[in-house]
């Protein structure tokens, strides 16, 4: 009796026939179509006697499961090795943990495993699939918000930037609030909070922060923290609790993470273009409240709807509006430049060497001197830049006028095309050498006056053949005064029969008592 030859077969091949319905399809169809005879199924196919056997008499795999664990004995002695590395590991910093292969170099090492690299792995994955943390499922008080920072690329002005984000969540209504800032700061932070409260209508009772240094100056223990003076005014101002999450545990406030991926995958895709941060936070603000009309799953009404049963625990909007800012001192140097956040900005050259007070928002960053406001200019939020007001060196120049073509705070300066005229007439017609101071006497006079006002007055006195600093302050202050309007009578009928007495200078003789 001839015995049918026993090839060996491979568990991939076993557990891919059990595992691709094309192939047990395929395999059915052309040995019950008799297009192939089992003994060429098993050769074509790489599959056991048995295995074809089962695949005839079912539809579809019933599904390959192994009876018990199949046995690993290289790697069993040294899983109790493997496993106190990655337990170790929770404690390292993340980007310095144990990959699959440094365990697997490791055990060739130092215990002299000669197997494979693929049980190693194996083991890995199997050890962080049982240890990877169960979360216990919460419920959201009315009236508790969460917050935290992501960031996004957008094109700025032409340029891909990276902006931080910041979120606001209610996670009772599963309200969103989101703005984008040019970096996560103090500034941004303060100023992120105000424009939530506003867009919700109220504080929030409580809110759930991480261990951001901008909020938390030195953690003291698991739930105790010293806090920085600025997050303190913001929240001796609105009145709310904070609620720090455990280091290394941002499940703690989980709700927000996942609205801000949500925010960033379904506001910020494409890459959105724009000219400035504004043109993108008022359509995102938008699409804030667009989403209240959503319907949550499990909840019986929009978000709109909870939102507003939920405002009436939220705490009111103080009356005084905050003063979302940064305060630090500073110096100005000998070239004027007060230095902040790395780059430099201008103050009149009278306050060289005088200690100022830098007074930061998003937007503009003020100096002050002695409680003066002395400076203001737009923030930057580039690296080494400087930042100059022409102006703050003209009293300067008219003591040093031969550095006027020089002088690097006016090298952009665009001015109308009058003052120029202007100088080079007054440089022309004056053979003592005074016109560029004189022509500086006339720029001062914007220490007072805008751009506008003063070129009116220039082309005016251009016109009439004066060109020194003082007739055009004349010319200024003239221009400046409002014309006297006269009183109509029109819509005023009865007025036109009221008859007043001319007065009599001497009846006010009676007024005089002699003492």
């Not at 006697?49 to 192994?66: A, K, M, N």
């Not at 693929?118 to 969460?146: C, N, Y």
């Not at 969103?176 to 932070?189: D, G, V």
């Amino acid at each position: 009796m001839m015995g049918f030859p026993i090839r060996k077969v491979t568990n991939a091949a076993r557990e891919r026939v059990y595992t691709d319905m094309e192939m047990w399809t395929e395999v059915r169809r052309r040995v019950l179509n008799k297009e192939l005879s089992k003994r060429a199924a098993c050769k074509e196919y790489s599959i056991h006697w048995d295995t074809l056997t089962r695949i005839l008499e079912h539809v579809e795999p019933p599904g390959y499961q192994q009876a018990e664990p199949r046995p690993k004995p290289k790697i069993g002695p040294l899983l109790p090795i493997i496993h106190k590395i990655l337990e170790d590991d929770r404690q390292a910093p993340r980007k310095q943990r144990h990959t699959a292969k440094r365990i697997f170099d490791r055990l060739a090492v130092e215990h002299q495993f000669d197997g494979g690299y693929t049980i190693v792995k194996d083991a890995v994955r199997a050890w962080k699939q049982q240890s990877k943390e169960v979360f216990l499922p919460l419920s959201h008080p009315m009236g508790e918000a969460q917050v935290d920072f992501g960031f996004a690329q957008i094109d700025l002005d032409g340029l891909r930037e990276k902006v931080a984000l910041f979120v606001m969540t209610l996670p009772y209504s599963d309200a969103l609030f989101i703005q984008a800032f040019p970096r996560e700061c103090t500034e941004s932070f303060q100023e992120g909070h105000r424009r939530a409260f506003e867009f919700f209508g109220g504080v929030p009772r409580r809110i759930s922060y991480d261990n951001s240094k901008i909020a938390v100056a030195k953690i003291l223990g698991a739930r105790k923290r010293k806090i920085t003076s600025e997050f303190l005014r913001l929240q001796s101002h609105y009145l709310f609790e904070h609620h720090f999450c455990l280091v290394r545990r941002p499940n703690e406030k989980g709700h927000v993470e996942h609205l801000l991926d949500f925010a960033r995958n379904n506001y910020l895709v494409p890459v959105p273009k724009v000219d400035s941060l504004a043109e993108l936070n008022e359509p995102l603000v938008q699409r804030c409240r667009a989403d209240l009309d959503r319907q949550l799953r499990g909840k019986s009404g929009t978000k709109a709807e909870l939102l507003v049963e939920e405002s009436f625990r939220l705490l009111p909007l103080p009356k005084q509006a905050f003063d979302a800012r940064r305060v630090t001192p500073a110096v100005a140097n000998s070239l004027s430049l007060v230095r902040f956040d790395t780059n430099s900005y201008s103050v009149p050259t009278k306050y060289a060497y005088r200690e100022i007070t830098v007074v930061a928002t998003v937007d503009e960053v003020r100096l002050v001197f002695d409680d003066r406001l002395v400076a203001r200019h737009p923030r930057h939020w580039g690296r080494e830049q400087y930042i100059f007001n022409p102006i703050h060196y003209l009293a300067l120049l008219e003591k040093k006028p031969g550095g006027l073509d020089h002088a690097r705070p006016l090298e952009d300066w665009d001015l109308p095309k009058c003052f120029d005229i202007m100088r080079r007439r007054l440089e022309r017609e004056d053979l003592d050498g005074l016109g560029t101071r004189e022509f500086i006497r006339v720029l001062r006079l914007l220490e007072h006056a805008t751009v506008e006002q003063l070129a009116g007055a220039v082309e005016y006195a251009l016109g009439i053949g004066i060109m020194d600093a003082d007739s055009i302050c004349v010319i200024l202050e003239y221009r400046r005064e409002a014309p006297v309007a006269l009183f109509s009578l029109e819509g005023r009928p009865h007025l036109k029969t009221v008859h007043v007495e001319s007065t009599d200078v001497a009846a006010y003789q009676s007024l005089l008592v002699e003492v």
